[in-house]
């Protein structure tokens, strides 16, 4: 889908055109997981995979800083899983996640809230015991329930090792005491948003892929976009000032992308509905999906 308005021109081919629909075996795959109904907050989440595949007709497929063209790799849309809230939507996105790693050497999917992370993970490891998860984050989301603010915890029930876990950019005045303590009982890393203004996003990421990826674990992202400060994620209902810049993250996602060991990455918590008039925060989300192909394509 694109925007429509656009210019046409021969020699400058946009993002959207990459992806072929249900190619089997493609490097990289991209599906829409729009689930919402069991935010915290009520959000209009399930608007956003859409948003952001025509968001891609913005933007280019060549990334000049690493002279890199994403037509160099096979790209598929998978497009979205209905109805993938509660237990029964839960179980529909495990089902259809099962093998898709057997096809593809990145999936990458588009929230929906972030309760998505717990059900795909789910489904694209049956042992979670030699998996590692990364997420970029303002909060720990270690919360009781089942909620977005639970899915990490949700993976730790289901088997996953807390010393598994890196949490980047956790925020202060985001997160309560207990769960706090919660993470720390779990041996969860958690690498602060003060600690990220005197280590570069190369440090960062080194730390997270060693941590999560010891003795070659198989890896997945998760990237909730209220990571990011306010004024760059306005449709992220709990961004908060001072967070990380979108600079930042678009070099966090590429950087941790062009490790073979992630083979799995979300883009969640964007409320399309909400968007600043000029889409800053679903054009963002587009720009995530472009960083993490070109991540895939310098393996």
Not at 76 to 86: A, K, Q, R, V
Request: aromatic fraction near 4%; charged fraction near 25%.
């Amino acid at each position: 889908m694109a925007v429509q308005g656009l210019s046409k021109d021969e020699k400058w081919p946009r993002a959207h055109t990459l992806f072929d629909n249900g190619t089997s075996n493609a490097d990289f795959a991209l599906l829409g997981i729009p689930a919402h109904k069991t935010s915290l907050s009520a959000t209009s989440a399930h608007l956003t995979p859409a948003a952001v595949r025509e968001a891609l007709s913005r933007y280019s497929t060549f990334a000049e800083s690493i002279n890199s063209d994403l037509r160099t790799i096979s790209m598929t849309d998978l497009g979205d899983i209905e109805s993938p809230d509660f237990v029964e939507g839960e179980e529909r996105v495990a089902s259809f996640a099962a093998d898709l790693l057997k096809k593809h050497k990145l999936l990458v999917a588009l929230g929906g809230d972030n309760s998505i992370t717990y059900s795909l993970a789910r489904g694209l490891w049956k042992d979670l015991q030699n998996v590692g998860v990364i997420t970029f984050d303002a909060h720990h989301d270690l919360r009781d329930g089942e909620s977005n603010g639970s899915p990490i915890w949700r993976l730790i029930q289901a088997g996953l090792p807390g010393k598994n876990i890196v949490q980047i950019g956790i925020a202060d005045f985001a997160n309560s005491a207990e769960y706090a303590d919660r993470a720390k009982e779990h041996g969860v890393t958690v690498i602060t948003r003060a600690h990220m203004r005197s280590a570069t996003m190369s440090e960062v990421i080194s730390q997270a892929l060693d941590v999560a990826g010891l003795g070659g674990r198989e890896i997945y992202v998760d990237v909730d976009v209220d990571v990011c400060d306010r004024s760059v994620a306005p449709a992220c209902p709990a961004s908060l000032p001072g967070g990380i810049s979108a600079d930042e993250l678009r070099h966090g996602v590429r950087l941790i992308a062009s490790d073979k060991r992630v083979r799995a990455l979300d883009i969640t918590e964007i409320d399309a509905s909400i968007d600043a008039d000029d889409q800053r925060t679903v054009r963002l989300a587009a720009l995530l999906v472009l960083e993490a192909a070109a991540g895939l394509a310098s393996r």
